[in-house]
Protein backbone atom coordinates (compact mmCIF):
# COMPACT_ATOMS: atom_id res chain seq x y z
CA UNK A 1 0.00 0.00 0.00
CA UNK A 2 1.65 3.33 -1.25
CA UNK A 3 0.57 6.37 0.90
CA UNK A 4 0.19 9.64 -0.30
CA UNK A 5 2.27 12.05 -0.38
CA UNK A 6 1.61 15.49 -0.82
CA UNK A 7 4.06 18.47 -2.19
CA UNK A 8 4.00 20.34 1.81
CA UNK A 9 5.38 17.04 3.17
CA UNK A 10 8.11 16.68 0.99
CA UNK A 11 8.57 20.51 1.82
CA UNK A 12 8.86 20.41 5.36
CA UNK A 13 10.84 17.22 5.12
CA UNK A 14 13.60 17.68 2.38
CA UNK A 15 13.87 21.10 1.44
CA UNK A 16 15.33 22.02 4.69
CA UNK A 17 18.54 20.30 3.99
CA UNK A 18 18.83 21.92 0.63
CA UNK A 19 21.90 24.64 1.32
CA UNK A 20 23.66 21.69 3.63
CA UNK A 21 23.17 18.94 0.57
CA UNK A 22 24.61 21.89 -1.80
CA UNK A 23 27.27 23.00 0.15
CA UNK A 24 28.59 18.97 -0.21
CA UNK A 25 27.83 18.71 -3.25
CA UNK A 26 30.32 21.65 -3.91
CA UNK A 27 32.95 19.98 -1.88
CA UNK A 28 32.74 16.99 -3.37
CA UNK A 29 32.76 17.97 -7.30
CA UNK A 30 34.44 21.15 -7.11
CA UNK A 31 32.26 22.80 -9.67
CA UNK A 32 29.16 25.34 -8.97
CA UNK A 33 27.05 24.28 -11.72
CA UNK A 34 27.86 20.66 -11.57
CA UNK A 35 27.00 20.95 -7.95
CA UNK A 36 23.70 22.32 -8.62
CA UNK A 37 22.79 19.54 -11.43
CA UNK A 38 23.69 17.13 -8.73
CA UNK A 39 21.98 18.61 -6.30
CA UNK A 40 18.52 19.08 -8.78
CA UNK A 41 19.02 15.45 -9.63
CA UNK A 42 19.34 14.21 -5.55
CA UNK A 43 15.63 16.23 -4.99
CA UNK A 44 14.00 14.92 -8.19
CA UNK A 45 14.83 11.21 -7.26
CA UNK A 46 14.09 12.04 -3.49
CA UNK A 47 10.70 13.54 -5.05
CA UNK A 48 10.06 10.47 -7.52
CA UNK A 49 10.78 7.70 -4.09
CA UNK A 50 9.16 9.97 -1.59
CA UNK A 51 6.56 7.33 -1.22
CA UNK A 52 9.29 4.92 0.11
CA UNK A 53 10.27 7.74 2.62
CA UNK A 54 9.40 6.80 6.00
CA UNK A 55 7.99 9.74 7.90
CA UNK A 56 10.03 10.28 11.39
CA UNK A 57 13.17 8.84 10.13
CA UNK A 58 16.42 10.46 9.02
CA UNK A 59 15.75 12.64 6.24
CA UNK A 60 19.05 14.40 6.02
CA UNK A 61 20.53 11.20 5.93
CA UNK A 62 18.27 9.84 3.22
CA UNK A 63 19.18 12.45 1.38
CA UNK A 64 22.78 12.12 1.41
CA UNK A 65 22.63 8.47 1.12
CA UNK A 66 20.52 9.67 -2.76
CA UNK A 67 23.63 12.41 -3.24
CA UNK A 68 25.66 9.66 -2.77
CA UNK A 69 24.85 7.00 -5.02
CA UNK A 70 23.87 9.96 -7.73
CA UNK A 71 27.70 10.86 -7.38
CA UNK A 72 28.98 7.47 -7.55
CA UNK A 73 27.22 6.76 -10.38
CA UNK A 74 28.57 9.77 -12.32
CA UNK A 75 31.50 9.19 -11.44
CA UNK A 76 31.71 5.46 -13.18
CA UNK A 77 30.06 7.08 -16.16
CA UNK A 78 32.82 9.18 -16.64
CA UNK A 79 35.15 6.91 -15.44
CA UNK A 80 34.62 3.84 -17.82
CA UNK A 81 35.14 1.53 -15.46
CA UNK A 82 38.86 2.29 -13.99
CA UNK A 83 38.10 1.72 -10.29
CA UNK A 84 40.61 1.27 -8.14
CA UNK A 85 39.89 -1.15 -4.81
CA UNK A 86 42.29 0.21 -2.09
CA UNK A 87 44.35 -2.52 0.05
CA UNK A 88 42.57 -3.30 3.26
CA UNK A 89 46.36 -2.99 5.09
CA UNK A 90 46.65 0.70 3.53
CA UNK A 91 43.09 1.40 4.89
CA UNK A 92 43.88 -0.24 8.61
CA UNK A 93 47.09 1.68 8.44
CA UNK A 94 45.77 4.71 11.48
CA UNK A 95 47.75 7.03 13.42
CA UNK A 96 47.40 6.66 17.57
CA UNK A 97 47.68 10.19 18.58
CA UNK A 98 49.23 13.19 16.10
CA UNK A 99 49.41 17.01 17.29
CA UNK A 100 46.56 19.05 16.66
CA UNK A 101 46.93 21.63 14.09
CA UNK A 102 47.17 25.06 15.06
CA UNK A 103 43.83 27.52 14.70
CA UNK A 104 45.82 30.42 13.48
CA UNK A 105 44.52 29.02 9.87
CA UNK A 106 42.24 31.07 7.42
CA UNK A 107 38.51 28.90 5.83
CA UNK A 108 40.22 28.98 2.58
CA UNK A 109 43.54 27.26 3.39
CA UNK A 110 41.14 24.50 5.63
CA UNK A 111 39.02 24.32 2.17
CA UNK A 112 42.13 23.89 -0.04
CA UNK A 113 43.06 21.22 1.98
CA UNK A 114 40.09 19.58 2.16
CA UNK A 115 40.06 20.13 -1.75
CA UNK A 116 43.64 17.90 -1.67
CA UNK A 117 42.13 14.60 0.03
CA UNK A 118 41.28 12.18 -2.53
CA UNK A 119 37.58 11.51 -2.50
CA UNK A 120 36.69 8.85 -0.34
CA UNK A 121 38.87 10.52 2.10
CA UNK A 122 37.04 13.64 1.20
CA UNK A 123 33.96 12.20 1.46
CA UNK A 124 34.03 10.75 4.52
CA UNK A 125 35.56 13.83 6.44
CA UNK A 126 32.59 16.05 5.11
CA UNK A 127 29.99 13.92 6.21
CA UNK A 128 31.24 13.52 9.87
CA UNK A 129 33.01 16.68 10.63
CA UNK A 130 30.96 19.47 8.91
CA UNK A 131 27.92 17.66 8.09
CA UNK A 132 28.59 15.58 11.95
CA UNK A 133 26.60 12.05 10.90
CA UNK A 134 27.39 9.28 13.37
CA UNK A 135 29.48 6.48 11.93
CA UNK A 136 26.93 4.37 11.37
CA UNK A 137 24.91 6.79 9.63
CA UNK A 138 27.92 7.78 7.27
CA UNK A 139 28.31 3.97 6.67
CA UNK A 140 24.74 3.97 5.74
CA UNK A 141 24.74 6.76 3.63
CA UNK A 142 27.55 5.40 1.58
CA UNK A 143 27.03 1.78 2.04
CA UNK A 144 30.55 1.22 2.92
CA UNK A 145 31.20 -0.78 6.69
CA UNK A 146 32.03 1.17 9.97
CA UNK A 147 35.04 -0.03 10.35
CA UNK A 148 35.83 1.49 6.41
CA UNK A 149 34.53 4.84 7.88
CA UNK A 150 36.53 5.29 10.87
CA UNK A 151 40.04 4.17 8.84
CA UNK A 152 38.99 6.74 6.30
CA UNK A 153 37.91 9.37 8.81
CA UNK A 154 41.36 8.51 10.36
CA UNK A 155 43.73 8.71 7.45
CA UNK A 156 41.57 11.84 6.04
CA UNK A 157 42.03 13.49 9.26
CA UNK A 158 45.55 12.48 9.32
CA UNK A 159 46.37 14.54 5.78
CA UNK A 160 44.50 17.32 6.57
CA UNK A 161 46.82 17.41 9.36
CA UNK A 162 50.02 17.22 7.52
CA UNK A 163 48.42 19.31 4.69
CA UNK A 164 47.78 21.80 7.56
CA UNK A 165 50.51 22.12 9.63
CA UNK A 166 52.38 22.71 6.79
CA UNK A 167 50.48 25.88 6.23
CA UNK A 168 50.88 26.90 9.97
CA UNK A 169 54.59 26.14 10.00
CA UNK A 170 54.60 28.81 7.34
CA UNK A 171 53.38 31.22 9.57
CA UNK A 172 55.87 31.10 11.78
CA UNK A 173 53.53 28.92 14.25
CA UNK A 174 56.17 27.02 16.77
CA UNK A 175 55.28 23.82 17.24
CA UNK A 176 53.41 22.84 13.80
CA UNK A 177 54.50 19.35 12.32
CA UNK A 178 55.41 19.81 8.76
CA UNK A 179 54.07 17.54 6.00
CA UNK A 180 57.57 16.49 5.38
CA UNK A 181 58.51 14.98 8.56
CA UNK A 182 55.04 13.09 8.72
CA UNK A 183 55.19 11.37 5.65
CA UNK A 184 58.98 10.92 6.02
CA UNK A 185 57.82 8.69 9.52
CA UNK A 186 54.44 7.21 7.97
Not at 17 to 36: S, W
Not at 76 to 88: E, I, L, M, T, Y
Not at 142 to 156: C, E, F, N
Request: net charge negative; glycine share 6%.
Amino acid sequence: MRREITAEAFESEAVPHLDDLFRTAVRLVAERAEAEDLVQEVYLQAWKSFDRYEPGTNCRAWLYKILFHKLNHQRRKNSHGRWVQADDALLADTVACVPPVPHDLTDEEVVAALDGLQSGFREVVLLADVEEFSYKEIAGVLGIPIGTVMSRLSRGRRQLREALAGVAGQYGVKGAVRSESLSATA
